[in-house]
């Protein structure tokens, strides 16, 4: 299973790489306090939350949360935005955007309000942990393997901004090679390269992001105390 298949909210990575991820957070947040944003069906809850000392999940599709809630009781659920979730005054030891979810905040400025709003919701020991969204997908776009504009034999056509690495993915009755440009309807996503990654951190008050291949993320820590939320 290719990159492109893995960035659907369903299944976003093929199971070996998703189970290595599992395991890792496991490990990684046991004992601690957890906000995960864009938590959708609960894959990652399913595996964490009964590690965690405390486990909030947020999702702004609430047919995703229920999912959410009814695989492990230990959850907290909330239906919100995960750019500016209303949790003024919470603190959080590990914030997570998995599941290739970040892709969606492909807009720059955006995204650094997004990371910045999180990082003041990390406790003093706290971080963000990422997809590892360059290692993982940008090979397949150098590769050559997310061409243009072009349907594959699996029913699947990607069309990419004319000036940054943002596209939409279009499937079935709503492929057309003959429309080049986003339609108001679409939901564009961001492919994340290192260094663009590595600038947004540094803007949002975060020091470089800190690659773990074992559990495919990147670990984000403040660069200095967070402000009050």
Request: aromatic letters at 6%; a negative charge; hydrophobic letters at 45%.
């Amino acid at each position: 299973m290719s990159s492109r298949d893995e960035i659907g909210a369903a299944a976003p990575h093929d199971p070996e790489r998703s189970d290595r991820q599992l395991a890792w957070l496991r490990d990684s947040c046991r004992g601690r306090s957890v906000l995960d944003l864009g938590c959708g069906d609960g894959r990652v809850a399913a595996a964490v939350a009964a590690e965690a000392s405390r486990y909030v999940a947020v999702d702004c599709d609430a047919v995703a949360l229920a999912r959410c809630a009814a695989v492990c009781e230990q959850i907290e659920v909330l239906e919100a935005d995960m750019v500016r979730p209303p949790l003024k005054g919470d603190r959080f030891e590990s914030v997570l955007c998995l599941g290739n979810t970040f892709c969606l905040l492909w807009d720059v400025d955006v995204a650094v309000e997004a990371m910045r709003h999180w990082r003041a919701l990390l406790s003093r020991d706290g971080f963000l942990v990422l997809d590892d969204i360059p290692q993982n997908l940008w090979p397949e776009v150098a590769e050559g393997r997310w061409i243009n504009g072009v349907a594959d034999e699996d029913g699947m056509q990607l069309v990419w901004a004319p000036d940054d690495a943002v596209m939409v993915i279009r499937r079935g009755s709503d492929i057309d090679q003959g429309e080049p440009n986003f339609r108001d309807t679409e939901q564009p996503m961001r492919v994340w390269t290192a260094g663009a990654l590595r600038l947004a951190a540094r803007l949002a008050g975060f020091a470089p992001p800190e690659h773990h291949p074992e559990g495919g993320v990147l670990i984000l820590r403040p660069a200095t105390p967070a402000s009050p939320a």
